[in-house]
């Protein structure tokens, strides 16, 4: 293997044992970030060891101390961040099962390029001490990080789900303070044990005789970092009561089922919708207990039952399809149950000027249209038909990013049934009629977003419910990822989740961020379980991101000292060269 990439400069003029001592310096320096991106991989669910990425980044933070020259720094970090996301994100490109090019080329760009994404908070450390000194930049580095996550989460680029502090979701009890700082609180905890061990390893490095002081201190001041919240949350956790009943209370209890039909996400755009739907209906009718279903579930009888992201594979909300809508509602009243869905909404525009310039054009009349990855409730006790348009969205793979007003892209278009999606008008609170129950309704890789999701309880949402397909990608990591995401929401907010999947992995989640009932991929399952409704607000619900916004006015402190720094040293050159 060539480390050519790695070095500075040329190395005609250098002896052969020159030469050999900067292959060996770049080979060692090489190890030392395929080391570090290996421990942020393997602290990544679905593996239980957390634990690694309180320490991960300290083999990166050696190789970048002795660097001086900026580019070279940056391409041995672009190492590091590489191995971390080949590790973490190798299922994104469906290569166990090699049934869509889009797919596989998708997850090859993502794995490659969004490493470079992680030069910013590394790029900003790397100019931070630079001009302001080792200490300042070690101190601003959990700043830079937490803060460059949070404005990562924000635009249509965003790619939330290697959040580091999505590495700690087993760790309940260490956890529950991200009642009051979200996901991002762990992020900053994280990084600042990473800069305590950093300190630790420096100190003891560079010593002659014995341990250092200093060393002793940095060992203590680890030691109380990383008990700390564990103690908080250990206590929390006892006092949590069976289900985490005492929070969820307070506005009584619904009963919420779950249906696992276990139907290929690849093949049902093409088989007959009809038997898929006629499916989901049969499992909904044995969770209810119907009389004309011989083998009913013994579960307790839902009053709400999800079904799974685009569980019917029809517009049934169009006046076209008008008959089969009537059919669905009328045989769900039967059993008397709510049913919230996943399903393709379509929106055509009579006046093509209303039309944004991503909508898409109906063959022969041209007509501009938009289709919906969305959700609607089907209620027995009620008349009304609301629906929730998805509105956070994977890059490329479900729409190009900021596709108004890069229509010109629009070939760009993962097409299986759920590509090209318009971003829904806005977040939705449904209500179930008979006891008034409000939830949301998270489609998929929403709920990787701590802020949006905590939008949905500040509006009134009781319990989340996160609604998903993930077995696009065969048993690999991603829906095991995908369902930790829902410990976090869950303990954010003390709301309970319940999470549907179409082949799994579905689940229930307290608020204290305890599963229940959780499914194996590729099963078919029908659950129900009597959740709590909660009406309070942690501090996090009410604030929202708050914390990190700290975190990025203090990472914005930094970086402008540095350039002030660097502005007061540019212009007294400029006088010391006029003198």
Known sequence: MSFGFFRKGRSYGLSPGEREQRRRLTRYRASLCILSGAMLGAS?????????????????LVVLADIEETGTALRFAYLAMLVFHLITLNWTGGYAHMKDPYMMIAGAVTMTVHPLFYCIPLGAYLFVRRRLGDVAALIALPFLWTGYEYTHSLSEWSFPWLTIGNTQSFDLARIQFISATGVYGLSLWILCLNVLAFLLYSSLARRERGVPRESLVWTGSILLLFFLPWGYGTVLLSGAGVDGSRPAMDRGEVTVGIVQPDTDPWDKWTEHGSAIIDRYLLMTARLAGSASVADSSGLPRPRIVLWPETAVPYFILTDANRRLLDDIRARIAAMDIAVLTGLPHMVIYRDPAEAPPSAKRLRGTGQRYDTFNAAALLDPGSDSLPWYGKMKFVPFAERIPYADMLSA????????????????????????????????????YESAFPGFIADFVRKGAEFISIITIDSWWDNMSGAYQHERFAVLRAVENRRWVAQCAVGGISCYVDPFGRVYDATRLFTTAALSRTI??????????????????????????????????????RIRKQQWELQ
Do not use: N
Request: glycine share 14%; hydrophobic share 50%.
């Open 44 to 60: 990544f669910p679905p593996s239980t060891l957390g634990v690694l990425a309180c320490f991960a980044l300290v083999p990166l």
């Open 409 to 444: 892209f629009d070939f760009l278009r993962w097409d299986v049934g759920i590509g090209g999606w318009q971003i829904g008008p806005g977040q939705v609170i449904f209500r179930e009629a008979k006891t008034g129950a409000r939830f949301c309704a998270a489609i998929c």
């Open 532 to 569: 709590g409704r909660s009406g309070e607000l942690t501090f996090y619900s009410e604030h929202g991101d708050a914390f990190a916004q700290g975190c990025l006015w203090a990472a914005a402190a930094f970086l402008f000292a540095a350039l002030g720094r660097a502005f007061l040293q």
